[in-house]
């Protein structure tokens, strides 16, 4: 568990989980009911990764540059979907889905984490 993920000085979610080693980001939130707290994905490099959500719950993804902005959000993924982002990320967020909306999130915002 890790410390906050902030846009500007705001909270967005106070604790979060990381997936920053193959294991971690291969299992992700697979085989969990439901997201009860947001998972950070750290990729190895800058690229228009591909998920899926097999064996997942529903869920938001929120798509980041290196430089921290968001650079696509796809809201309510379905279980058994691949997605892929508009432009290349290095980190990625999955939440709850509808969090993305309910915290008035955009794409160019930037976080902090």
């Known amino acids: 568990m890790n410390t906050m ?12 989980k990381k997936a920053d ?3 971690s980001r291969f299992v992700g939130i697979m085989l969990q009911s439901k997201v009860s707290e947001p998972l950070l994905f750290r990729f190895p490099f800058t690229f228009r990764w591909q998920i899926h959500s097999y064996f997942c ?10 430089n921290k ?3 696509d959000i796809i809201a309510h993924i379905q ?3 691949h997605v892929t982002p508009k432009k290349p990320a290095r980190f990625l967020v999955e939440c709850a889905p509808g969090e993305a909306k309910r915290l008035g999130l955009k794409v160019q915002d930037t976080l902090t984490f």
């Open 79 to 81: 279980p058994n979907m």
């Open 5 to 16: 993920i902030l846009k500007g000085k705001r909270i967005l979610w106070k604790t979060h």
């Open 69 to 71: 902005n968001i650079v």
């Open 21 to 23: 080693s193959m294991t």
């Open 57 to 66: 719950p529903r869920f938001d993804a929120i798509f980041i540059d290196g």
